[in-house]
């Protein structure tokens, strides 16, 4: 099966709550993954350290998180990063 958000619900610092095609609730947890480069000042995942650009993360036509058209990821791969939030 394919992967894709059909909503956000919730964003923190580092996580994100959505509803997937599957319907159900799930929390992605982007925190391991941004801090890891962050020592890297070329890295264009620095920008998601900053709270408010984290924050504007849209939803894309294709069904995956998306912040200015500068970062987005594989809705597949956010799925299996994901866990099950019970509501």
């Known amino acids: 099966m ?8 919730k964003v923190n610092h580092y ?5 997937f ?5 799930r929390s992605i947890d ?7 480069y962050q020592s890297r000042p070329d890295s264009f995942l620095n920008k998601l350290n900053n ?4 924050k504007s993360v849209t939803l894309d036509s294709y ?5 200015n ?3 987005d990821f594989c809705p597949d791969v956010l799925y299996q990063m994901s866990k099950t939030v019970v509501i």
């Not at 095609?21 to 609730?25: G, R, V």
């Not at 709270?51 to 984290?54: C, K, S, V």
């Not at 069904?63 to 912040?67: C, H, K, M």
């Open 2 to 9: 394919i992967h894709y958000i059909k909503e956000i619900l």
């Open 15 to 19: 996580s994100i709550v959505c509803k």
């Open 21 to 25: 095609n599957t319907n159900e609730i």
């Open 30 to 36: 982007l925190e391991n993954l941004v801090k890891k």
């Open 51 to 54: 709270e408010d650009y984290f």
């Open 63 to 67: 069904g995956t998180l998306n912040w």
């Open 69 to 71: 058209n500068e970062i």
